[in-house]
């Protein structure tokens, strides 16, 4: 193989790319500087050679494992972008092209920015180890999430693309059931081995380490004997206990997802103490042991309370689920709480990883549960696995085993029986929810959104008023109100109510869109298009193509009307006769093909498209004022029928 610097054969060729000269490299491959012929643009090159592996097997599981990453690494910004795969069996190779690590040489001497780079200047500043190890869980629950690990986690495979660290030998990369990919570095590997998730967990507290200490990873877990002399030394010190918890020898002592490191690590970034966490836990224990526990609890639970802004509407702790009998679980839930209910959008986020991990310490922790639910059925999170009908289902399996008759267990069984097309038993379970506690103002928020969606906005509205005496401060209560009068045609009081909703909280996405329907529905598509750019704006990770999109809708409606909006977006349908259906069939029906909007009606209802999810496009059938000229075609009809809507609407007069 040529060595550095060296010009590379025919076989290394990468299709559309140049490749400069060779920067890096390990036992399965080299690594180039490549430059696109297209555009000058740089990139890394990847180039795995057949050769380098005993047999077949490993080497076709390591292109597997490129193959699965790739789906995933542009739908997280933690993660190493990949542009391109390819494969040359004729050659013996495949590769993959993918972003660039920071620049630390000359201009005509590239050389990437690693983490051991930065390390080799010595230790890094205890607040600067933070910033990085936050970043690393990220990436690391996010290829957790999706089912893989990385397996060599180590400063040189940390490298700094734009200043955010990133995981590099995304090579190394399978799917966390392949035990037989035996990988890793010593000094990093995990007593029982690479492969599973608190293996890379392991290798990732080495690397903090490492990072917090400037000391080799093989004097683990020595501390420098000048430690008390450090200005940060204090949390430094810190940062050990997450160390130690994240390199315990034994799994069972080590942090049980990504998520759960997080939540400490993040803890430290804001100045708070882990150690003395820890103290107080230790002496709640043994205040357990004395039977002061009780009182103890009953005290900073009844404080906790008191603190807790927005308790409006909100059952109390006991309709919620008892406590749990771990400490650290009631710790997590009970900050989870604090952030929701005090509706602080940056932080929601921690409150879902806080749930998940307070569920994961006692999976018998009720309000741990009920916390999820109020999380997916009631906030707007984006890169959160949220809303969906399997996390719906999960909750719901777990309130019904520990809490079959509380009113959350109600709630989630009717929205799971709502995503099922079943909406008598939907309506019933919600009739159930407000019943049992009256005062859960989720209960009534949702039963509302159910009456809605079936035909009864006038009973929808005095579900919402309910909700709103029970919690004035609640934005979705807002919301709810200008979705009822959105579907009785009072556009103008809709969009009030959606812009009070906007200015209590501009980070959901759900009022904007309210907002631009009604504009729409009113004709107004120059406003309903600054909104639409706005919600899109939320979600994107390319304003600039987001806006270069908005400004050729404009372009069409101010040629074409109303009408060159709806051809652009036709034009740009996505081509699968089996993908958007609902949508394509909107399409038509506002281009004033009336026969081609029912059957693409059709054929979203035949395919089930949304099912899913809690709420499929399917659901605003009753609602939407698209269908308003076609509610009497029988083919319409019959979809009604087929989806169960005629058993639980009003009889049309």
Known sequence: MPGSGSTPTVGQIVPDYELLRRIGGGAYGEVWLARSKATGVLRAAKIVWRHTFDDERPFQREFEGIQRFERISREHPSQLSLFHIGRNDAEGYFYYVMELADNVGTTADYAPRTLRADLGKGRLPSQQVLEISVALTEALGHLHQNGLVHRDVKPSNVIFVNGRPKLADIGLVTDASDTRSIVGTEGYLAPEGPGTPQADIFALGKVLYEAATGQDRRNFPDLPPQLKEWPDAPTVLEINEVILKSCAPAIANRYTSCAELRIDLEFLAKGKSIRQRQSHLQFWSQAGKIGLTISILGLLTGLIIIAWPRQEGRSSPSQEGTDSTNLEANALCDKAMYIMRGDNYAELGTAYSNFVAAAALDTNFVRAYVGLLELDAREDVPNLPTGTKEQFRSIARNLERLAPHMAATYLVEAIVNWS????????????????????????????????????????????????????????????????????????????????????????????????????????????????????????????????????????????????????????????DPNKDCYWKATMQIHLGNTNDAIQWLQKSYELQEGRNLYESPLSGLLYDPDWDGVRDNPSFVKILDGMGYTKVMPRRK
């Open 420 to 575: 099922d097309w079943d909406y008598p038993e939907a309506m019933n379970l919600a009739l159930k929810a407000s019943t049992t506690d009256p005062k859960y103002e989720l209960g009534h928020t949702w039963r509302a959104w159910l009456l809605l969606c079936t035909g009864w906005p006038e009973e929808a509205r005095k579900e919402v008023e309910i909700s709103r005496r029970l919690a004035p401060s609640q934005t979705i209560v807002y919301r709810s109100l200008g979705n009822i009068e959105f579907v009785e045609r009072h556009y103008a009081k809709a969009i009030e109510w959606y812009k009070t909703t906007i200015k209590m909280e501009p980070h959901h996405t759900a009022p904007y869109s309210g907002t631009g329907g009604s504009y729409m529905a009113m004709g107004d598509y120059t406003n309903a298009l600054e909104y639409f750019e706005k919600l899109e704006m939320l979600r994107s990770t390319n304003p600039v193509a987001t806006h270069g999109a908005y400004n050729i809708f404009r372009h069409r409606v101010s040629l074409e009307g109303p009408s060159g909006y709806w051809r652009q977006q036709w034009d740009w349908r996505n081509p």
